[in-house]
Each structure stands twice: as structure tokens, then as C-alpha cells.
């Protein structure tokens, strides 16, 4: 059996990991879209690297756009095999590559689409749902399990049993690991020993803030940007698992006093059907988030002043919304969405806040805000930075050094013959492979872009 990274491999974004076995057979892990990259971006999501139509199966860690942002244009260019996934993320799959499609064909900023609605809904066609730790074979020899891996709703770790020539290889692919502290969603969940483990590496070189105290945090930035200076604070967010937080966190402030009458809009309809495939899944919130639904709050993604705008025009009319509010909106990087325009709006007004809560590659508007760009480039008009940028890593649904030394406790080192690191840049993944190897961890690699390995 092989191994071929062809995305995030020593970069963040654009997970494809694929594994072809003795027999022929090949899975591919992820099929996501690369973001950022600048001048590369164009050619790293035109070219797979390897034939479509020869994959067989497709297994799917969760659904974020750079871990499944390519698979309608992998059914484009002849894959036909089944994709398999847990039961959440294909609801979400179902609007987010459509959005895809629709955000594909529209965008003035991209040349030619990926790949159309009508793509994304042949791709739908092609989805299989395993639950989380159902044993299921996939073929003669391959099973697979999904485990929590507790990043967003449904997103899961692939545990797959290879048999080949009398020899089982066990392999462990993370997806991307979240927060043993995570507010909403239960802890990641440990998983079956492994001999090869592909492992996330975005903050393994950091240690985030705790949770405690992050609705405080909140409030001071609401209350220095609306109320000192009677700005507008604007919160880039990902539709799925960032917007919940934030609406979370907001929702407390509301139900306590705290946050007066300040209109809160998330203005994303891709944010407000995911807000509420996840309150359809309660049984995937961790215990305190269950206990607060119980005693204090039964809709905890809901409140008097928060508002939900779908429609694009609605969305134009916030520019002239004259009073201090918080706007939420998509994407998180800034390189698509809503929140460009918002940005465009108001990012030279020195009253107005940009929260950053996540991660953002630097190439990318919202990598070039986090480094202290006086001026940037936003939709064809040169901007003078003058907006105060804030980051707070309190929300962000990735494993920090902490979570992923938690998360690998499971495992006897000693059966471990290989550790693949990926979804990060070299310099925090050589950060992580030294302090693992402090911890006994050993055979350690950082692939290079489609860089393949004998297991």
C-alpha cells in the first residue's frame, strides 16, 4: 500500500490524501479545495495529480470547503465510486457544494467555474452515511470506522483496516481534530490503535487561550467598537461551526443583560441553514451546552436582537444601517462571501472593528489583515486599512498542541510505525514533530506536496 499527499501537505488547505492498495484498489481521503496560495491557487485547483475516474472510494472527514470543496469536480472529470461520510456532514455537503457551484459560476473575481450546481448534485447522488463507531466494509479487506473528532457537526476521524497479503495495516486519518474545550460539540473521541496515523497539525505549534472567560473577552471588543466609539464590529466567519460559536457566545451575553440593544446579523444563508442542521443534531452537544438548553436557555442559537438575513438585497440594506451592530458573515478567510462587501464598506472607517477567530492563511485578505496591512485590494478598490483588527483564538474549532497530544494518548507509541503530519505550514509542523518526539513519539514525516510513501 501507498500513501500520496496531494493537498495539504505542508500547507493547510486542500486535504486529498490518497492510499492505493496491493489489489489496485484506491481511497481517496478528502477532496478539498485549496484557499490562498495566491498566483498558485488557480493551477492547485485545476490539476488533481492523479486520474478521477481510477478511484474507487472516497471517504470524507467533515465538511469544511478544503476538505470537501473539490468532490463535484472530482464526479466532473469521471470519479463514480462511493463517497462515504457520516450522516451530518452530508446534510451539510448538500448546501455547501451547492453554495460552491453557485459561488463558482457567480464570483467576478474567478476566470472559469470548477464545476456547476448540476455537478454538485450528481456528485450528491454518489454519498453513503456510516454513523460514528459502525465497523463497515467498504470491500474484501478494507473496513472503515468513523470516530468524533469533535471540530464541527459530523466531523469524524477514519479508522481503516487493510488487509493485504495476510497482513492487517491499520491507519488513522484525523481530519481535523477539535477542542477538548469545545463549547458546543462533544470532546474528540479516542480511536482503535493504529500503525499509520495522518495526523492535523494547523495549531500544533500553539496553545490557545481556555474558554473561561471568553464571553468577557467578547464583550469588551463589542463594547469598545459599539459603544466608545459607536462603530459597527464585522466578524468573519466559516457558515459551519464558527457562526454557531459566535452565536453561542452572544446568545449568553444577550440572555444575561449584557449586551443592550445591539442588532446582531449573521448575513449568510448559508450560516442560517447550517445553524439549523445543527440544532437538529442535539445529541451531538456536549454536556454543558445540554444542561444550559435544559435550565437556562432551550434555543441557545436564538435571541431578541439577533437577526438572520438571507436574501441579498437585505443584505445591501446593512449598508446603510447607521447605528453601532455586529454583522457575522461568511467566509472566514475574506476571500468569498458577503464579508468582502462589508469589508469594502467599512474598512477604512476607524470606528469599526474586524474580528478574526480563526485561522487564515497568509496569502489570503484576512492573512494580510492579521499581518498589519495599511491597505488592501478588495474587489477591484485599493482600501486604506484604518479598522482596528482584533484576533480572538478562543473560538477556533482546531486542536492546539494540548488537544493533540490528548488525542494521540490513546495510542501505544510503540505500535506506531509511522506519523504523517499534515494540514500546516513547515514551520509550526517542525514545532510539533520536535515536542511529539519530546513526548516518545517517533518516525515523524512532513510530506511534501504529492509526495508518496510505501506503509
Known amino acids: 500500500m501507498t500513501i500520496t499527499f496531494y493537498g495539504a501537505a505542508q500547507m493547510v488547505t486542500g486535504s486529498k490524501h490518497l492510499l ?73 455537503c448538500e448546501l455547501l457544494l451547492l453554495d460552491g457551484a453557485r459561488i463558482q459560476q457567480s464570483s467576478e473575481d474567478i476566470d472559469e467555474a470548477l464545476y456547476t450546481e448540476e455537478d454538485a448534485r450528481e456528485s450528491l447522488k454518489l454519498f453513503e452515511t456510516v454513523s460514528y463507531d459502525r465497523k463497515y466494509q467498504i470491500e474484501d479487506g478494507v473496513e472503515l470506522l468513523f470516530t468524533d473528532a469533535g471540530h464541527v457537526l459530523g466531523s469524524a476521524a477514519v479508522n481503516l483496516n487493510v488487509k493485504e497479503d495476510g497482513k492487517t495495516t491499520r491507519v488513522c486519518f484525523s481530519g481535523d481534530i477539535g477542542r477538548f474545550a469545545n463549547r458546543i460539540l462533544k470532546a474528540p473521541q479516542s480511536f482503535p490503535q493504529a500503525d499509520v496515523i495522518i495526523c492535523e497539525s494547523t495549531y500544533g505549534d500553539k496553545f490557545h ?78 454536556r454543558e451546552l445540554r444542561e444550559y438548553m435544559r435550565f437556562e436557555d432551550p434555543d441557545p442559537f436564538g435571541f431578541k436582537h439577533l437577526h438572520f438575513v438571507v436574501e441579498a438585497d437585505d443584505s445591501k440594506l446593512l449598508n446603510f444601517v447607521d447605528e453601532p451592530c455586529i454583522i457575522i458573515s461568511s467566509s472566514g478567510m475574506m ?16 470606528r469599526n472593528t474586524v474580528l478574526v477567530t480563526g485561522y487564515c492563511e497568509p496569502s489570503t485578505l484576512g492573512g494580510k489583515l492579521m499581518a498589519g496591512a495599511p491597505r488592501v485590494n478588495i474587489m477591484g478598490e485599493d482600501l ?35 506519523i504523517f503530519l499534515v494540514h500546516g505550514e513547515k514551520e509550526g509542523m517542525l514545532k510539533l514533530k520536535e515536542d511529539l518526539e519530546g513526548l516518545g513519539y517517533a518516525n515523524i514525516e512532513l510530506p511534501r506536496f504529492r509526495m508518496s510513501y510505501e506503509l
Open 335 to 350: 476571500e468569498a462571501g458577503r464579508i468582502r462587501h462589508h469589508l469594502k464598506q467599512h474598512i477604512s472607517d476607524a
Open 20 to 92: 492505493t492498495l496491493a489489489n489496485g484498489t484506491r481511497i481517496l481521503l478528502d477532496c478539498g479545495l485549496f484557499q490562498g496560495k495566491g498566483s498558485q491557487l488557480k493551477e492547485l485547483n485545476q490539476e488533481f495529480g492523479f486520474q478521477p475516474p481510477m478511484v474507487n472510494y472516497l471517504v470524507l472527514s467533515h465538511a469544511h470547503i478544503d476538505h470537501c470543496g473539490l468532490i463535484p469536480k472530482l464526479v466532473r472529470e469521471g470519479f463514480t465510486g462511493r463517497i462515504f461520510c457520516t450522516p451530518p456532514t452530508l446534510k451539510l
Open 209 to 286: 487561550l481556555g474558554t473561561e472567560g471568553t464571553e468577557e473577552r467578547l464583550e469588551a471588543i463589542v463594547h469598545e467598537t459599539c459603544v466608545e466609539r459607536g462603530g459597527k464590529l464585522l466578524i468573519p466567519a466559516f457558515s459551519v461551526g464558527r457562526t454557531q460559536e459566535l452565536i453561542y457566545s452572544l446568545n449568553r451575553l444577550a440572555e444575561a443583560g449584557r449586551l443592550g440593544k445591539i442588532k446582531v446579523f449573521v448575513d449568510s444563508p448559508m450560516s442560517v441553514y447550517a445553524t439549523e442542521i445543527i440544532k437538529s443534531h442535539p445529541e451531538c452537544f456536549n
Open 384 to 418: 486604506e486599512v484604518k479598522a482596528e483588527v482584533k484576533e480572538m483564538k478562543e473560538f477556533s474549532a482546531h486542536a492546539d498542541f494540548g488537544d493533540i497530544a490528548k488525542f494521540l494518548i490513546c495510542q501505544d507509541k510503540e505500535k506506531i510505525g509511522r
